[in-house]
T-cell receptor, first 115, second 115 residues
């Protein structure tokens, strides 16, 4: 399978704990995005990487959130001191900048439940 | 502010009939529009797209219409099949002018196709 993969698929944690999600994009894609989706809403943009550079961050991304893409391949999204409001599906997507139809290819998501 | 709006949270149609899903946008900088389909516990899957230089794009049973003056697009599915039952998201981007190609999503419409 050469699609976008995310790990873990499900994470249950207690309020105040730190969690980290990993995303492996499609190998030839240089653009990587993180989105968050809550019940009844569409995916909301969080942050964007082109290769290893983080070029845009949404105001939704508080100081407790940090994302990295150290070698321009996989990416991690860490949430520190989780709050119940962080409970959501975290989606990763990738695309090849400058080519193709402009669509983003999404992974299956990592669902976070904060108790 | 909700730049992409899907005002119908749900739609129910009979198998074999036409499904019409609607989407409105407010940002006149958007120049590329996409529809995604999402099944429960899966990530969104790209369905069809349209550039702002066109007013119609067709792919098999799926057709997207764009009315730039009204800032409105619609997705037509003919004939509808039970396997089409899913949440459909409209998305838009400033693809040709923007640097990130990030997508802004609507809140989704749940389509139920009754056998």
């Amino acid at each position: 399978d050469t699609g976008v993969s995310q790990d873990p698929r499900h994470k249950i944690t207690k309020r105040g704990q730190n969690v980290t999600f990993r995303c492996d994009p499609i190998s030839e894609h240089n653009r990587l995005y993180w989105y968050r989706q809550t019940l009844g809403q569409g995916p909301e943009f969080l942050t964007y990487f082109q290769n290893e550079a983080q070029l845009e961050k949404s105001r939704l991304l508080s100081d407790r959130f940090s994302a990295e893409r150290p070698k321009g391949s996989f990416s991690t999204l860490e949430i520190q001191r989780t709050e119940q409001g962080d409970s959501a599906m975290y989606l990763c997507a990738s695309s090849h900048g400058g080519r193709g139809t402009g669509e983003l290819f999404f992974g299956e998501g990592s669902r976070l439940t904060v108790l | 502010d909700q730049q992409v709006k899907q005002n119908s949270p749900s739609l129910s149609v009979q198998e074999g009939r036409i499904s019409i899903l609607n989407c409105d946008y407010t940002n006149s900088m958007f120049d590329y529009f996409l529809w995604y389909k999402k099944y429960p516990a899966e990530g969104p899957t790209f369905l069809i797209s349209i550039s702002s230089i066109k007013d119609k794009n067709e792919d098999g049973r799926f057709t997207v219409f764009l009315n730039k003056s009204a800032k409105h697009l619609s997705l037509h599915i003919v004939p509808s099949q039970p396997g089409d039952s899913a949440v459909y998201f409209c998305a838009a981007s400033d693809r040709y002018g923007g640097a990130t190609n990030k997508l802004i999503f609507g809140t989704g419409t749940l389509l139920a196709v009754q056998p």
